[in-house]
C-alpha cells in the first residue's frame, strides 16, 4: 500500500511538468478572467510586448529546454503555429532557460522544429504570471483577458484544442 501510494505521488509530480523554483514578486498569480500581466521580451526576431497583440488570440507558453514535457510537446506547438498561419493568432514561447538562445536553438535543430521564441533569462515575467513550472500556458483573448491557465504538456494539434483555439478566436470566450 505504502509502495503504491509513494508511486502515485512521483506519478502526479511527473505529470504536472517540470518544477521550477519561484521567486516572491509581491503580486498575484495571473488567473483566469483576469487582465493578462502586459510585458516585453525580445527573442532573435526582435522586441514583443503582449498588449501590442491586443485583437488576437495569444498563446503565452513558458517552457525550457531542460524539460522533458516540453521538449515533448515543441513539435505540436510548431504544427499549431503553422496551421493558424493568416488567423488572428499569435504563439508567444518564452523560453525560461538561462542559457537564453544558445540552447534554444540548439535543441530547435536537434528536433527539427522552428518557433518564434522570446527569452526570459531572469524569469521576470514567469514570475510576474506566477508559473510553477513549465510548460505552463496562458490563453489570452483577443481583448487581453486570460481565458485559460493549462498547466503542464498539451496536443495543441488535437481536434479538441484547435476547436477551442478556433472558438475563442471567434468568439473571445
Not at 540552447?103 to 521576470?124: E, H, I, R, W, Y
Request: proline share 8%; net charge positive; charged share 20%.
Amino acid at each position: 500500500m505504502k509502495r503504491l501510494i509513494l508511486l502515485l505521488l512521483i506519478a502526479l509530480i511527473g505529470a504536472a511538468g517540470c518544477t521550477k523554483e519561484k521567486k516572491e514578486t509581491g503580486t498575484l498569480p495571473a488567473v483566469a478572467g483576469n487582465p493578462a500581466p502586459d510585458f516585453m521580451l525580445s527573442g532573435p526576431a526582435g522586441e514583443t510586448r503582449l498588449s501590442t497583440l491586443k485583437g488576437k488570440l495569444v498563446l503565452v507558453h513558458f517552457w525550457a529546454t531542460w524539460c522533458p514535457p516540453c521538449r515533448e510537446e515543441l513539435p505540436s506547438l510548431a504544427k499549431l503555429n503553422g496551421q493558424m498561419t493568416g488567423k488572428p493568432f499569435r504563439l508567444l514561447a518564452i523560453s525560461v532557460d538561462k542559457d537564453g538562445n544558445e540552447a534554444v536553438q540548439k535543441l530547435f535543430g536537434q528536433l527539427g522544429v522552428n518557433l518564434p521564441v522570446l527569452l526570459d533569462q531572469s524569469s521576470t515575467v514567469a514570475n510576474q504570471y506566477g508559473i510553477t513550472g513549465v510548460p505552463e500556458t496562458f490563453i489570452v483573448s483577443p481583448a487581453g483577458v486570460i481565458l485559460k491557465k493549462i498547466v503542464g504538456p498539451m496536443e495543441w494539434t488535437s481536434p479538441e484544442a484547435l476547436a477551442y483555439l478556433n472558438d475563442a478566436m471567434k468568439t473571445g470566450k
